[in-house]
């Protein structure tokens, strides 16, 4: 597509409901982000990959959090056993070569209630 | 460590004033790249200018101008004769090049425009 396509793009989750936030990059970009952006707040990094490969995953808060990229194209966002403190928009971004410059989709609307 | 200020959390103008957002970096490594984006309110992140940090030239795109002065660790955004459309919230970032982080973005906080008519 044109551009990075977040789905869905707002999820309603109750409090120990497992997610799953899928973001389908810019064809032939190498590069996938994702990030954290509380309200009000500057988007956070989660974690990067490079084609399939999980490169880093320094941001990702807590073992509730899982992210996979299995053919280097399509990455998804699993977070497990919600929690209030994880409602937040996630956004996915990716890039050809790393600074050349990054697209960000939409990003998804996570609310745990 | 790696950080970005953005001191300024609101600024409201009237429009086709002059506005200038702050943006602080801080930094260990010599090669590094800036860049602010724009966050309207449907979300989006919008690329606005990506700068190295071996380039202190200042650069003009229209109404907009970026003033990137290493001896301050600082890359302020002028919008000039600003108007309504540009109401959003502007981030400034920085990237460092390292090994297998790919060039993460980290951002500052965030500076929210208002160009009321």
């Known amino acids: 597509g044109a551009g990075v396509s977040q789905s869905p793009r707002y999820k309603v989750a109750k409090r120990g409901q497992d997610v799953a936030l899928r973001c389908d990059p810019i064809?032939?970009?190498?590069?996938l982000f994702w990030y954290q952006q509380a309200l009000g707040q500057g988007p956070e990094f989660l974690t990067y990959?490079?084609?399939?490969?999980?490169?880093?995953k320094s941001g990702l808060p807590s073992d509730r959090f899982f992210a996979e990229r299995p053919e280097g194209s399509v990455s998804t966002l699993k977070i497990q056993r919600t929690q209030q403190e994880d409602s937040a928009v996630y956004l996915c971004?990716?890039?050809?070569?790393?600074?050349?410059?990054?697209?960000f989709g939409s990003g998804t609307r996570l609310t745990v209630v | 460590a790696q950080k970005v200020t953005q001191a300024q959390t609101e600024i409201s103008v009237v429009e086709k004033e002059d506005v200038t957002l702050d943006c602080v970096y801080e930094?260990?490594?010599?090669?590094?790249?800036l860049f602010w984006y724009k966050q309207p309110p449907s979300g989006e992140l919008v690329f606005l200018i990506r700068?190295?940090?071996?380039?202190?030239q200042n650069e003009i795109s229209g109404r907009y101008s970026w003033n990137f002065q290493k001896s301050t660790s600082s890359f302020n955004f002028t919008i000039t004769a600003s108007q309504v459309v540009d109401s959003a919230v502007y981030f400034c970032?920085?990237?460092?090049?390292?090994?297998?982080?790919?060039?993460?973005?980290?951002f500052g906080q965030g500076t929210e425009l208002s160009v009321k008519p």
């Open positions: 971004a990716s890039s050809f070569t790393w600074n050349y410059g990054y697209t």
């Open positions: 064809s032939g970009h190498v590069s």
């Open positions: 990959f490079q084609n399939e490969a999980q490169l880093d």
């Open positions: 930094t260990r490594d010599t090669t590094y790249y």
């Open positions: 700068r190295n940090s071996f380039d202190e």
């Open positions: 970032a920085l990237s460092e090049p390292g090994n297998n982080q790919g060039g993460k973005l980290i």
